[in-house]
């Protein structure tokens, strides 16, 4: 079992950045990522990561967003730079193979 929680979101303004973090306990899994949703949209992937820190992009965010994991301290990190407005949503910790993810946090780009 598994049990995630973020931190981090907030407002920020375009052109900001922000940085995510999810603490997890349990059992250690294979694949760990981000998902957001933005309002009146479905929940999409935003970037994943493995134990051996191999990388996942969702298109409109690779070159801005970079994931990484410090399996140390059980957490894994979502810097967050030259944010647009269509970043703006809830932002949730998932693991993929579990299909679970948290309770999210939001993060806001606007002027």
């Known amino acids: 079992q598994v049990q995630v929680e973020e931190s981090g979101g907030g407002w920020v303004q375009p052109g900001g950045s922000l940085r995510l973090s999810c603490k997890w306990s349990?059992?250690?899994?294979?694949?760990m990522g981000w998902l957001r949703q933005a309002p009146g949209k479905e929940r999409e992937k935003v970037a994943s990561?493995?134990?051996?820190?191999?990388?996942n992009y969702e298109e409109t965010v690779a070159g801005r967003f970079t994931i990484s994991r410090d399996r140390r301290a059980n957490t894994i990190t979502l810097r967050m730079n030259n944010l647009k407005p269509e970043d703006t949503a809830v932002y949730y910790c998932?693991?993929?193979?579990?299909?679970?993810w948290g309770q999210g946090t939001q993060v806001t780009v606007a002027s």
């Open positions: 998932y693991v993929p193979a579990l299909d679970y």
């Open positions: 990561i493995t134990t051996g820190s191999y990388t």
């Open positions: 349990g059992r250690t899994v294979y694949v």
